[in-house]
């Protein structure tokens, strides 16, 4: 089974610096994905960025970028220059790749970080 | 736009009263999800459907019932067996066969009354 665990249940960052949250898991697969989603005020899940595990090169989506580090199974979320609207719950998600069978559908979620842009 | 329709936002239970949460898309994806997500919590998996006729339990499938009878539309009905039903309840679709590239509704907020 696998887990996923987000040490910092609450963050708070001032606007324009920039903020870390962190996230590991743990796994037997080889192949899988990785992902970091925002959930705002309004509980909308949004994705904000996806790693896949076969790629060394670590993912980024201009602002956010992630330190991926496979045999640490480490796989942190930097945001750079913290905008107002970043404040949310983040969550750090897995799931196994194509061929893992049916745990292959399933999403595991760790239990989120709360990060707050101060003014 | 295409997209995922959860509706209501909001729904209240009484007690031993079933209700159906209905999740709609007009995405053409073939793969559908249920999640329930508790305060201070992630996403737990309810259900999922691959294809139309077909469904499998996710981690916490005792107290819900799904359908799938058109692409469309996967209902989740929380039945009076789920003691503990409030919680907020998100859809999600994908292609088939692409779990990694999932789209979430906005989901619906259940309470017991």
Known sequence: AQTVTQSQPEMSVQEAETVTLSCTYDTSENNYYLFWYKQPPSRQMILVIRQEA???Q??????????FQK?????????????LGDTAMYFCAFIPGRNSGAGSYQLTFGKGTKLSVIP | DGGITQSPKYLFRKEGQNVTLSCEQNLNHDAMYWYRQDPGQGLRLIYYSQIVNDFQKGDIAEGY?????????????????QKNPTAFYLCASSQRGKPSKLLFGSGTQLSVL
């Open chain 1, 54 to 56: 076969y790629k060394q």
């Open chain 1, 58 to 67: 670590n993912a980024t989506e201009n602002r956010f970028s992630v330190n």
């Open chain 1, 71 to 83: 045999a640490a199974k480490s796989f942190s979320l930097k945001i750079s220059d913290s905008q």
């Open chain 2, 65 to 81: 019932s799904v359908s799938r009878e058109k692409k469309e539309s996967f209902p989740l009905t929380v039945t009076s067996a």
